[in-house]
């Protein structure tokens, strides 16, 4: 399918513990800082998300919401 392009990011404990700092420093859910770890882990430079506030750079994310 279309999908099997793009990579898959596996997630280990150094990423779970970097998930954690994220969580805190940005006062993230642990689900949106592991995202925000693979998509670090994947060289991405933009995130689009609906659940994270647009505008307000994570990690060296350029985060946008496709919807707004």
Not at 4 to 32: G, H, K, N, Q
Not at 33 to 50: D, G, I, M, P, Y
């Amino acid at each position: 399918g279309a999908y099997s392009v793009w990579p898959i990011a596996t997630i280990d404990a150094a990423d779970l513990l970097a998930a954690s700092d994220f969580e805190e420093r940005y006062r993230l859910t642990f689900r949106d800082a592991l995202v925000v770890v693979a998509a670090r882990k994947s060289h991405a430079t933009l995130l689009l998300s609906e659940h994270l506030r647009p505008f307000r750079p994570i990690a060296g994310l350029d985060v946008r919401n496709p919807f707004a």
